[in-house]
């Protein structure tokens, strides 16, 4: 997955970048199966993997990258962006030294075959407002991504 | 020694399928068996489709290459294996390498979840329906892959509205497959899948669990709530059709239309691993159609004519499938021309005849025949899908391309979410009966 | 040696880090409008891992729950931002981010 990370953010062509991401999201998917989350990793393979993979490769179509290929990969500012990042990377550390011992040293074992099940319990019941709110969420982005698109409004 | 054997007859005596026993030798042998199958079946559908095609158009097909044509898919295999392999010259020489593989392994992946009957699986996973949905939705990605690398502008047409046609279609194969989900919770006690006691009446997306779920229910779910299965059966039907890319809805590969879509660049072996991953994608969605709508492996009426009379008769259905084909094979022999350029051939057939008869009479053997009945019937199904595959390019005439995406999102979709709303109005009608009469 | 053989949460913490500060460096360093926008999709994923590592942690089903939403999001996202960046395209013909300056003075 690491691999995939790198290569997405290294590669010249951006078709090249969208394979890797690709890669990433599918070895993604399989930890979330080492994770006991299959119902997450189902999700992921369908709406990231098989939906939002393919809009950005049909925008990587549609705008033509011939001229943006041979122009200077990395912006004026990576120097500062890497410093950046790296500070944050040391802030990730810091934390991690304050507060590792929180973690229990060893994993739950709680293997279950009704995941999906607890799953719908809980988004149905629990969460059923975040849940009307999220496909609310949909319906506008729908819409905000049409009238963005669109030749004449 | 002793231990490797004991491994491998333990999961003999388990009932689950090896990927729930852990046992991998088995998973490896069961992969080959489904590897090995599918291949067969991709040979024979390359037979039968010009072979049903020929005869719904009055003629004859192949006749020449063995009895019959038997021979030609081999023919043909052989000949795309000695083709040369062109890439175009601007191509993007590592998608191009990547496309068709995407799609056979999207294709063939799969098959791990598909159940030839209750223990018959590769594996039995919580999330089964879902892991094939969106699965089959990664070979989108390959066929945009394959269009994009090609760099010429037939390709990349194909690809997108290919690509465009099979997204629409998902949506609507999603709906059908959503109302059918809802109808395994309906005398949910403990099904396949599910956790017992504290868990209540819920449903399962596991393959199995859906099959034993019609078994509880008593009937194949494309009856239940006449109409209502049978409205999502047929939406799923024309949008299996349309995602496979197949007539009527082919106009990304059209011949006479685009020159070959997507794949015209692709020449030799390359072709041939997306012609094999569009049949293995139709026999997918097939297993799919039947394992959700025409009961998996029940066999069928299994209430109306039950009983161990009923259940021995039907047992004796495979056994009496490959006798007919045996008989058809040496009456075909005998009406072979007289000619002694024909006595290879005559003798070929009358040797396959044999062959078919031999396994007809294998099948006679109790041990063989109990269980063998799970997969002939699943398999005898999933044949009858692919014969209306081909009925369907032989008959119909091809969309254009408007008129098929009117018909995915406009059609198909409100039909979908109307059989959804519908579906479980129906199914939760006690409850809603209680509430708004005895409140 | 014994701790060397269980994948504890700190273990996937770490990747979930890694990850998201290969994204940070993503966003911040490249010229590619498509590839900043794939490497936002590369944090989510970051803060997706976290979330489901935490929720097997505890045992309970809410950090799945949320990272269903959090992909619900990421798609949402993702279709506004790309039509975005189409209608920009037409305005400009250069998916360069160096070139977005109209309010540069």
Known sequence: MLIGGILVITQKNPVHSALALIVTLLAQASIYLMLYAPFVAGVQIILYAGGIMVLFLFVIMLVSIEQSMKERQFNSQWVVGTIAAVALGGLFIAVYEKGKNIFPNRALSIVENNNTQRVAVLLYGQYMFAFEIASLLLLVAIIGAVVMAKKRI | MHAIIDYISSYLTSEKTPGAAGNMFWVLVYIMLVFAGLSVAVIAMNWLERKILAHMQVRLGPMRVGPHGLLQPIADAIKLLLKEDIMPAEADGFVFWMAPLIVVLAAFTVFIVVPFGPTHAITDMNIGILFMLGVSSLSVLGIVMAGWASNSHYPLMGALRSSAQMVSYEVAMGLAVVSVILLTSLHGHGLYGVGGPGTGDTGTLSMIGIVQAQQEQGVWFIFKFFPLGLIAFFIFAVAMVAETNRAPFDLAEAESELTAGFHTEYSGFRWSLFFLAEYSAMIAVSSIAVTLWLGGWLRPFPNLMNGPTWDQAFSFIPAITFLFFAAMCFYNTVRMPKHPLFRVQTIGLAGFGVVLGLIGLALFIPPVSVRVQDIFWFSAKVAGFMYVYIWFRGTFPRYRFDQLMQLGWKVLLPMGLGVLILTAALGLWPLIQQTIWHP | ?105
């Not at chain 3, 940070?24 to 936002?40: A, D, P, W």
């Open chain 3, 1 to 105: 040696m014994e701790s060397m053989l269980h994948i504890t949460t700190l273990h996937y913490l770490v990747l979930g880090a890694a990850l998201f500060l290969l994204g940070v460096i993503g966003v911040l360093t490249r010229r590619n409008v498509v590839i900043v926008l794939m490497s936002i999709e590369l944090i989510l994923n970051a803060v997706n891992l976290n979330l489901v590592a935490f929720s097997r942690m505890w045992g309970g089903l809410h950090g799945q729950i949320f990272s269903i939403f959090v992909i619900t999001d990421a798609a949402a996202e993702a279709a506004v931002g790309l039509g975005i960046l189409i209608a920009f395209f037409r305005n400009k013909e250069t998916v360069n981010i160096d070139e977005v300056n109209l309010l540069k003075w």
